[in-house]
C-alpha cells in the first residue's frame, strides 16, 4: 500500500496541470461543470466566478483544496486569482520507512506542514493563439523541527517539497495553447520555480501535450514533460515519465471526463 502511495504521489507532480479544460488559464469552470482526470484534480464550477479543485485520490492522506476566482479584465486579459493549500504530512509519514517505495528514511520525523500559494493569472486570444501568464508566492509552515536531509531528491518532487525546508519560494510560467481543429489541440508551457537562497534554488520545467476531444464530456491527453533544475547533487535534466525497468522515457497518457450537475 506503502509503494501505491509512492506512485500515486510522484505520477500526480509528473502529470500535475497538463491541461483540463482551460484548467491552467483565467477562465472559470462553468457554474455545475465538473471535470477528473487520471492524475488530474477534481474540478468544479461552484458559480459564475469561482471554481473549486481537490485531488481526491489524495485527499484523505494529503488534504489540499485550490481556489480560482474571477477578476477584473486589464490590458485585453481575462485576469482570475489563485489559492491553493496543502497539509501534506499525513503522506510523507507514509512515505517514510525501509524498504521498495520509501522515498524518506525512518529515522527523519515529519512534523506538520501547511503550504500556501497565492497566483495571478492572465488570459488572452493572440492571432489564434491562447496565451497565459502567471505568477505567484509559496508560503511553507512547519510546526516542529525539519530535517534538510530528509527532503525527496527526485525531479518535480523536490522543488515542490522545497518550500517547506526554505520557508518561501515564487513561481512564473507562460502557457501557449492553439486549436488545430475542432477535435485537436496543441499545448505548450514553460514554468519556473525559484526558491531563492534554498541548495537547489530553480527548477524550470516544460510540457508539450496534444489533446484529442471526442467530446464536450471525455479528452485524452499525450506528450512529454520535462525538467531542468538545481539539486543538492548539481543541475541535472530529465525528460519525464521515466521508467528505470526500460531506462527510457515514456509519453504521457491521461485521460479526463467531464460533466454537468443537474
Request: overall charge neutral; charged content about 15%; glycine content about 10%.
Amino acid at each position: 500500500m506503502k509503494y501505491l502511495f509512492s506512485l500515486i504521489f510522484i505520477f500526480s507532480s509528473i502529470y500535475s496541470n497538463i491541461g483540463h479544460w482551460n484548467s491552467h488559464s483565467a477562465k472559470i469552470l462553468e457554474k455545475g461543470r465538473w471535470e477528473l482526470g487520471l492524475f488530474q484534480p477534481l474540478r468544479y464550477g461552484y458559480s459564475e466566478f469561482s471554481e473549486f479543485s481537490v485531488y481526491p485520490g489524495l485527499f484523505f492522506i494529503m488534504p489540499n483544496i485550490e481556489i480560482k476566482e474571477s477578476q477584473i479584465s486589464l490590458y485585453g486579459f481575462k485576469t482570475a486569482s489563485q489559492y491553493r493549500i496543502i497539509y501534506p504530512t499525513l503522506l510523507l509519514k507514509r512515505l517514510s520507512g525501509e524498504g521498495i517505495g520509501m522515498l524518506i528514511a525512518p529515522e527523519h520525523d515529519i512534523p506538520h506542514m501547511l503550504s500556501f500559494s497565492g497566483s495571478f493569472i492572465g488570459t488572452k486570444d493572440i492571432s489564434g493563439l491562447e496565451i497565459t501568464m502567471s505568477g505567484g508566492l509559496d508560503l511553507g509552515i512547519v510546526l516542529g523541527n525539519l530535517n534538510p536531509v530528509s527532503s525527496i531528491d527526485l525531479p518535480l518532487v523536490y522543488h515542490r517539497l522545497g518550500v517547506y525546508y526554505n520557508g518561501w519560494g515564487v513561481h512564473s510560467g507562460v502557457d501557449i495553447q492553439k486549436a488545430l481543429n475542432s477535435k485537436l489541440q496543441v499545448f505548450f508551457d514553460l514554468d519556473l520555480i525559484l526558491l531563492p537562497g534554498y541548495n537547489g534554488a530553480y527548477s524550470i520545467e516544460n510540457k508539450f501535450l496534444l489533446s484529442w476531444n471526442k467530446s464536450s464530456k471525455f479528452k485524452v491527453i499525450t506528450g512529454f514533460k520535462s525538467v531542468y533544475g538545481d539539486f543538492p547533487y548539481g543541475e541535472d535534466f530529465r525528460i519525464l515519465p521515466y521508467l528505470p525497468i526500460l531506462e527510457s522515457w515514456v509519453p504521457i497518457i491521461e485521460l479526463q471526463w467531464a460533466g454537468n450537475k443537474k
